[in-house]
């Protein structure tokens, strides 16, 4: 049961992978249908062979639903603390490249103004 529910807590960090990824990168919502494709697809195929794997061969429907347990209460906790430091940490880092941009862009202004007094 334990395994279950560390399997389902798996797929739900996999899962924030790919909402920290969009709460970084815009995608359209044809391109965030086909990631949740993917995510379901392969965490199909994850927790088949974990099944398969601790319960010698069988699937039992009850390690299904336990990874699923795991997976909720992953989000109704830990996963809600994740997003919001991730969220504190997006905004740190858009606020660094902002200032590396407006720097970068100061000084390519100089150099420009410089090159035209120049000739």
């Known amino acids: 049961m334990i395994q279950a529910l560390a399997a389902g807590a798996f797929m739900g960090v996999y899962y924030d992978a ?12 044809i391109s965030v249908a086909l990631q949740d494709l993917f995510f379901w697809l ?3 195929v994850y927790l088949f062979f974990v099944c398969v794997r601790l319960n010698n061969g069988y699937i039992r429907i009850y390690f299904v639903l336990f990874a699923f347990m795991g997976w909720g209460v992953y989000f109704a906790t830990f996963g ?6 991730f969220d504190f940490m997006i905004k ?7 200032m590396i ?6 000084q390519a202004i100089k150099i420009y103004i410089n090159s035209r007094r120049e000739c």
């Open 18 to 29: 790919f909402r920290f990824l969009r709460r970084i990168v815009h995608f359209s919502s």
């Open 42 to 44: 392969s965490s199909a």
């Open 80 to 85: 809600r603390v994740m997003f919001v430091v």
């Open 92 to 98: 740190i880092l858009k606020r660094f490249f902002r």
């Open 101 to 106: 941009k407006k720097h970068i862009t100061r």
